[in-house]
């Protein structure tokens, strides 16, 4: 079969890198892709959200299936542009509909959606610029610190975690009058629950679903979870406070009262589910739903998941998925991020990337990466990660560290202590 990827990170190329290994597979498409996903399909120069280049390029190249990554193109409903056009609804698209994406999409909506089918979560109030005053007084019978969201997509940037009142005051009120667009319009207001985070991953087809490997990821900049946010930093996988006791709760609470809401309220979604979860004391809450897989997650999972990964595809479009078992290799899966100097923060492009031939017992999965006369070069403020399998955590991390430090370009940073806080 011809199968199109959408999208251009890191957890694209992981996800193309295991889609190549099926073959079930003829041809793989990556729309736009990067230097990287070249390696193991045909880039094309479409981007994510262009709905009519895609339907162009799906009917002129006999696309069977369209895998999509990134969240945006779900919230800008491209699972229902696909189902309401007569040349196209027959081509099963992996993941939501627009309005099952709202699990991702809004904030409130995935709130609401918790509340009303008991899923654990931490206890909140949404707020908007005619009701700051009433925000205000409801972060006044909190304690600290204090968490908002913006309710809408914020490239992974609209959750802020502050230590006093007066700031959390300050920024609820730059939050309402416009911080991050119309994604902040809204404002989700929680408490802050204590603990360590983790995510897992189910690929359902809106009925029945299958949990795939669990992992952990790291998003602060700087070591010892310290500095500012980023899209993800490392990741490891499997997690060890993620065992069969918590798992069956995670299960149990979480992941099937989720796949069974969306079934009784008969939302559309076919595809992954990511639960961004957090342990308090020995129980499962969760933080946040994503419409798709985890980045810098995914480069992780997808070194772990023995399964068929197509083959899982279709079982989710022809009701088979029940019967899948998921396979995991029982060896560890770390990923180490690199990225450019100045990141999170202001960044330059274009620079020229050496020693990716030397590295040749880890894998390299791109993510800011293009190619400029003959050369691979930065485009981006994650670069790339080096993934590595091992016996334990540390072998893992230790033949990452080994590839990341192969790789060469100016600026480049990466964290050295993911899975520090890990037994």
């Given at each position: 079969m011809n199968i199109l990827l959408l999208g251009s990170g890191g957890r694209e190329h992981a996800l193309a890198w295991k889609i190549a290994q099926s073959k079930l597979v003829e041809q793989l498409y990556i729309a736009p892709g990067n230097a990287g996903t070249s390696q193991v399909g045909t880039n094309v120069n479409i981007s994510a959200e262009d709905f009519d280049a895609i339907k162009d390029f799906t009917l002129s190249n006999g696309i069977d299936m369209v895998v999509v990554v990134p969240e945006a193109p779900f919230v800008k409903g491209i699972s229902d542009f696909f189902k309401n056009d007569a040349q196209l609804h027959q081509i099963p698209v992996v993941g939501p509909s627009k309005f099952g994406a709202q699990m991702e999409g809004s904030k409130e909506f995935a709130k609401q959606f918790m509340m009303r089918h008991g899923i654990p979560t931490a206890a909140y109030q949404a707020f908007t610029k005619e009701t700051l005053q009433d925000g205000i007084a409801f972060l006044r019978t909190l304690k600290a610190p204090y968490v908002l969201k913006a309710d809408g997509l914020a490239a992974g940037k609209g959750v802020l975690i502050l230590p006093t009142l007066q700031e959390a005051e300050k920024e609820l009120t730059e939050m309402l009058n416009g911080m991050f667009g119309a994604a902040s319009a809204t404002v989700v207001i929680e408490e802050f629950l204590s603990g360590i985070e983790c995510s897992v991953f189910a690929l359902t087809d809106g009925k029945d679903y299958v949990i795939l490997p669990e992992a952990k990821d790291y998003k602060r900049i700087g070591e010892g979870d310290t500095g500012l946010n980023t899209g993800g930093m490392g990741s490891i996988s499997p997690v060890s406070f993620a065992d069969k006791s918590f798992m069956q709760k995670v299960e149990e609470r979480i992941v099937k009262p989720t796949i069974d809401g969306l079934h009784q309220e008969n939302i559309d979604y076919k595809g992954f589910v990511f639960f961004g979860l957090i342990k308090v004391n020995d129980d499962p809450y969760v933080i946040e739903y994503n419409v798709r897989m985890g980045d810098p997650e995914t480069e992780s999972v997808m070194l772990r998941l023995e399964n068929d990964l197509v083959a899982l595809f279709q079982a989710?479009?022809?009701?088979?998925?029940?019967?899948?078992?998921?396979?995991?290799?029982?060896?560890?899966?770390?990923?180490?991020?690199?990225?450019?100097?100045?990141?999170?923060g202001d960044y330059e492009k274009g620079k020229v990337i050496s020693g990716l031939d030397e590295v040749t017992d880890s894998l390299v999965f791109h993510a800011g990466t293009t190619q400029k006369d003959g050369a691979v070069v930065t485009a981006g403020g994650r670069v790339m990660t080096v993934s590595s399998y091992g016996k334990t955590k540390d072998e893992a991390l230790a033949q990452s560290f080994i590839g990341a430090q192969k790789i060469n370009y100016e600026g480049k940073y990466f964290r050295r202590d993911i899975g520090f806080d890990l037994q």
């Amino acid at each position: 079969m011809n199968i199109l990827l959408l999208g251009s990170g890191g957890r694209e190329h992981a996800l193309a890198w295991k889609i190549a290994q099926s073959k079930l597979v003829e041809q793989l498409y990556i729309a736009p892709g990067n230097a990287g996903t070249s390696q193991v399909g045909t880039n094309v120069n479409i981007s994510a959200e262009d709905f009519d280049a895609i339907k162009d390029f799906t009917l002129s190249n006999g696309i069977d299936m369209v895998v999509v990554v990134p969240e945006a193109p779900f919230v800008k409903g491209i699972s229902d542009f696909f189902k309401n056009d007569a040349q196209l609804h027959q081509i099963p698209v992996v993941g939501p509909s627009k309005f099952g994406a709202q699990m991702e999409g809004s904030k409130e909506f995935a709130k609401q959606f918790m509340m009303r089918h008991g899923i654990p979560t931490a206890a909140y109030q949404a707020f908007t610029k005619e009701t700051l005053q009433d925000g205000i007084a409801f972060l006044r019978t909190l304690k600290a610190p204090y968490v908002l969201k913006a309710d809408g997509l914020a490239a992974g940037k609209g959750v802020l975690i502050l230590p006093t009142l007066q700031e959390a005051e300050k920024e609820l009120t730059e939050m309402l009058n416009g911080m991050f667009g119309a994604a902040s319009a809204t404002v989700v207001i929680e408490e802050f629950l204590s603990g360590i985070e983790c995510s897992v991953f189910a690929l359902t087809d809106g009925k029945d679903y299958v949990i795939l490997p669990e992992a952990k990821d790291y998003k602060r900049i700087g070591e010892g979870d310290t500095g500012l946010n980023t899209g993800g930093m490392g990741s490891i996988s499997p997690v060890s406070f993620a065992d069969k006791s918590f798992m069956q709760k995670v299960e149990e609470r979480i992941v099937k009262p989720t796949i069974d809401g969306l079934h009784q309220e008969n939302i559309d979604y076919k595809g992954f589910v990511f639960f961004g979860l957090i342990k308090v004391n020995d129980d499962p809450y969760v933080i946040e739903y994503n419409v798709r897989m985890g980045d810098p997650e995914t480069e992780s999972v997808m070194l772990r998941l023995e399964n068929d990964l197509v083959a899982l595809f279709q079982a989710t479009f022809n009701g088979t998925l029940k019967s899948q078992v998921i396979r995991h290799d029982p060896r560890y899966a770390v990923s180490v991020m690199l990225v450019s100097g100045g990141y999170p923060g202001d960044y330059e492009k274009g620079k020229v990337i050496s020693g990716l031939d030397e590295v040749t017992d880890s894998l390299v999965f791109h993510a800011g990466t293009t190619q400029k006369d003959g050369a691979v070069v930065t485009a981006g403020g994650r670069v790339m990660t080096v993934s590595s399998y091992g016996k334990t955590k540390d072998e893992a991390l230790a033949q990452s560290f080994i590839g990341a430090q192969k790789i060469n370009y100016e600026g480049k940073y990466f964290r050295r202590d993911i899975g520090f806080d890990l037994q």
